[in-house]
């Protein structure tokens, strides 16, 4: 039982898969930026921004989803701004400097842990998905401040959720540049990177520390300038 082992009743730590934690590692140094975890409950990645000195803005549908986001806030003593929000409905008071966008996607990436997940899924769920994530990259992307950086991440192996989507949305926002992570700074093996820039995750990546969750991550940045992000 994790909750029983040292230090996590006082905050100390908290737990994420290994390739869940490295998503809000791409946008790098984040004190004192303003930044909003999109479908951030039950708030991991929240707890990473947070403590990596960000301004956090965690922004969910779900309220009982939420109230572990709290909860685990509490528990560590880390601060954020908690809003229960439909993301395709709400809108900001103002631009945000980083948007880490954690779709809500066909959690294929966690067959490691779930190997009975093929035989729950027919694979009509796709569809819905596909066009919600479309929709919340889209929308998320007018909220970002020139020179800002948004990651887009699905726990996902199918590359119509993470690829094709990043594909997707760069032919329909030209001006949105990849900004490929640094495998030194990750301590990640280079090939995990694509040629695009995107970071692909497999469950068999790190077989001698027990692999990771499929996953897949891309950082884009935003034209810096008013007049270019117009263009």
Sequence with gaps: QLSTLPGYAEGAWWVQDAAAALPARLFGDLAGRRVLDVCAAPGGKTLQLAAAGADVTALDLSAPRLRRLHENLARTGLAARVVTADA??????APFDAILVDAPCSATGTIRRHP??????????????LALQAA?????????????????????????EGEDQLARFRAAAPGARMAPPDPAALGIDPAWIDAAGGLRL?????PERGGMDGFYAACLAKPGDAAADAA
């Excluded at 009975?116 to 998905?129: I, K, S, Y």
């Design 202 to 206: 497999r469950p068999d990546f790190w």
């Design 88 to 93: 395709l409905a709400w809108q900001p008071e």
């Design 116 to 129: 009975d997940l093929p035989f729950l899924r027919a694979g009509r769920e796709l569809a819905p998905l």
């Design 136 to 160: 919340l990259l889209d929308r998320a992307w007018r909220w970002l401040a020139p020179g800002g950086r948004l990651v887009y991440c699905v726990c996902s192996l199918f590359p119509a």
